[in-house]
């Protein structure tokens, strides 16, 4: 069993309404040990149909002083750690080195929801173009944004966009677009850095975690080490969402273990 859920959202979050007491409850009664809340913290996301500009910023102190009263609150039932994920943009990395420098997480986690200033979620970003040469695309970002920002500790949802293409995996194997994906995992490897298997494509109807199970295969193929398992829930019904398979589907790449952090520090867990 998974017994840490390593990315989750809150109220923080512009696109979440749960509290935080909800999400924490609803790991207990999943039999979590140990959970990171990550908010979104997107720094320069444009206007959407759904949020005006900026609207992915929160403030941290105010963050760390409610997840730190909780951590005690929690203490005797449930581990709680304090993370956020990054939305990655070329031009942040000098702001993130500042920002994860300042206040102490336990766990950065780096997603990239914009391909050059669009996020795929909306259909918007696919029109004129092919859900193979979107995917191109988002995979080419990923590997500009990684040559610009380290402060992070490990990738979320790398193929995030397949989820939104028109047909989703109909155009997706990790074969298909091995050059790129290889590139992304070797950068990973020699920075030091984890990958997540987020198990949001389950939810999704992809019928896989992102990314492919073939991608974090190969990953390990390449010499990676650290990866990090996180539902990437919204809701409180979504906190460890598929875990049951979880464990298995790892395994099945070819790992023992797992990785949760603790002080931005990986910590490796057996697959029980």
């Known amino acids: 069993m998974i017994a840490c859920d390593a990315h989750m959202h809150t109220r923080f979050s512009e696109d979440s309404d749960a509290s935080v007491h909800?999400?924490?409850?609803?790991a207990v009664n999943k039999g979590m040990q140990a959970?990171?809340?990550t908010d979104h913290l997107d720094k320069d996301f444009p206007e959407t149909p759904d949020f005006p500009a900026g609207a992915f910023m929160f403030d941290l102190d105010e963050y760390f002083s409610r997840l730190t009263q909780l951590k005690t609150e929690y203490q005797k039932k449930l581990e709680v750690r304090i993370g956020v994920e990054i939305g990655l943009q070329p031009h942040l990395g000098e702001y993130y080195k500042e920002l994860t420098e300042k206040y102490p997480?336990?766990?950065v986690i780096g997603s990239i929801h914009l391909i050059h200033g669009q996020d795929p979620y909306y259909r918007g970003?696919?029109?004129?173009?092919s859900d193979e040469e979107?995917?191109?695309?988002a995979f080419q970002v990923a590997i500009e944004n990684l040559k610009k920002i380290n402060s992070f500790d490990s990738l979320g949802h790398l193929d995030y966009v397949v989820r939104y293409g028109a047909h989703q995996a109909e155009e997706y194997s990790y074969r298909k677009y091995a050059e790129e994906i290889d590139e992304i995992l070797k950068h990973l490897i020699s920075h030091g850095k984890g990958l997540e298997m987020n198990m949001a494509g389950m939810k999704y109807g992809l019928g896989?975690?992102?990314p492919h199970p073939d991608v974090i295969r190969r990953y390990k193929e390449l010499g990676g080490e650290i990866v990090t398992i996180g539902a990437d829930a919204h809701?409180?019904?979504h906190v460890a969402f598929d875990y049951e398979q979880a464990g298995e589907i790892l395994a099945g790449?070819?790992?023992s273990y797992y990785a949760e952090f603790h002080g931005r520090k990986p910590v490796f867990q057996r697959i029980v």
């Open 22 to 26: 909800s999400m924490l409850d609803a």
């Open 35 to 37: 959970v990171c809340i």
């Open 105 to 107: 997480f336990d766990f």
């Open 125 to 129: 970003f696919f029109e004129g173009r």
């Open 134 to 137: 979107a995917y191109h695309e």
């Open 208 to 210: 896989f975690p992102n």
């Open 235 to 237: 809701r409180p019904e």
């Open 253 to 255: 790449c070819g790992f």
